[in-house]
């Protein structure tokens, strides 16, 4: 029951950082306690982007956070995509290199002035432009090209396969010889002088030198005063289509809609957008009102044309705040935090892990 290192949540976020603190001392004992039988947040339930950010994204946090911020972000969720790849290897996560793509019409019009500005912004880290633009894909591809003025092309986005990456996660860290319990839901801690007790499913108190709380759009639940907000998405996945025209990864509508080829199927995910208030919650329901939306969506401009069938839909939760930057600190000399990973939080994962594995030893 005593441990050098205790995880709450076993997202990408609480296993990369098990990872990376047994990476740096083989002889440290880790605990990750995990309330679902799989991680059940984000991490699980994604649409698997390996993505970040589009021009129109990276725009809007540019006025939301300043340049300097911004190109913090990009940065991080870039090193931390080389991680998760170097780390579990592209077959273990199913890392696919098709690159992505995002979707502009009148509104977002505005961005195709701003290519060889972001291109420049973004040369310390990319040798290659990485925003082009591409307006023939929409026919080439057989999107509905109603209403769409162009298409930016980014070489470096690809996509894995969400599943096979946390599976192949789980499995590092346990080869590490880090102990996962699933199934144990966390419910307080105290934060004694000499240790931390974690008191889980009612009656049960483990006990360690460094607690650490990767909990995400959930830690309001342990911690009450952070900046944490909960956002629920939604995603489908089509069976396989004969004769799929397109692949890669792409997103629209600031990146409130995205959907990607998975093998010849079409994952689909988004609208949040259309009902913020609902979509504020941790609670894993579908909102048939944005799923009605969504099939619309596909039958007008992403599948004009082409039979398809519906094989599966989920939600899964993110967490928001003010701005889009992690939380990641230390609340006390034993407790630490790194949660709030946002809508992209793929590639910023093993980045944060790495990051906090630094921060507590
Ligand atoms: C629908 C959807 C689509 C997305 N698509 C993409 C994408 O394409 N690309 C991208 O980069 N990002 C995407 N994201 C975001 C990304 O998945 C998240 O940012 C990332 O997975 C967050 O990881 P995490 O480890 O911080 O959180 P989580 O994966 O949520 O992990 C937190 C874990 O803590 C556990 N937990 C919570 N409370 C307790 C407790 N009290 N006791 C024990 N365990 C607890 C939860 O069960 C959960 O497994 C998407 C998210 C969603 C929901």
């Known amino acids: 029951m005593n441990y050098d290192y ?178 144990v839901m966390v419910s307080s801690f105290e934060d004694e002088a000499d240790r931390v007790s974690v008191i889980a499913n009612g009656d049960t108190t483990f006990k360690a030198d460094q607690l650490i709380i990767c909990t995400n759009a959930f830690t309001p639940k342990l911690l009450l005063d952070e900046d944490i907000v909960p956002g629920r998405g939604i995603v489908l996945v089509t069976k396989p289509i004969d004769g799929l025209k397109f692949k890669g990864v792409f997103h629209y509508d600031e990146g409130y809609y995205y959907f990607r080829n998975h093998g010849n199927r079409v994952i689909f995910g988004g609208g949040r957008n259309l009902d913020f208030a609902s979509e504020t919650t941790d609670s894993f ?24 069938e519906i094989d599966h839909v989920w939600s899964g939760i993110m967490a928001f705040g003010q701005n889009k930057q992690p939380i990641m600190r230390k609340v006390s000399d034993r407790v630490t935090i790194g949660v709030r990973l946002g809508g992209m939080g793929v590639a910023i994962g093993s980045r944060m892990g790495e990051k906090i594995a630094e921060l507590v030893s």
């Open 285 to 308: 329901e579908i909102n048939e009102n944005i799923l009605e939306v969504l099939k619309k969506e596909l039958n007008t401009m992403i599948l004009p044309n082409t039979p398809y």
């Open 6 to 183: 205790i995880i709450v949540g076993g997202g990408i976020v609480g296993l990369s950082t098990a990872a990376s603190i047994k990476e740096k001392n083989k002889t440290a004992s880790v605990l990750v306690l995990e309330r679902g039988i799989f991680p059940t947040g984000a991490s699980t339930k994604n649409a698997g982007f390996a993505c970040f950010g589009s021009i129109t994204e990276l725009l809007s946090d540019i006025k939301m956070m300043g340049e300097e911020v911004s190109m913090q972000l990009v940065e991080e969720r870039w090193k931390g995509l080389q991680k998760l790849r170097g780390r579990l290897g592209d077959d273990g996560v199913g890392f696919i290199n098709n690159g992505g793509y995002e979707i502009i019409r009148e509104n977002e019009a505005y961005c195709l002035d701003e290519l060889d500005t972001m291109n420049k912004r973004l040369s310390f880290l990319f040798d290659k432009d990485v925003f082009t633009a591409k307006p023939g894909v929409i026919d080439q591809f057989g999107f509905n090209s109603d209403g769409v003025k162009s298409v930016i092309f980014n070489p470096y986005e690809g996509q894995i396969d969400t599943g096979m990456m946390m599976q192949s996660l789980m499995r590092y860290v346990q080869d590490l010889g880090v102990t996962m319990l699933t199934g």
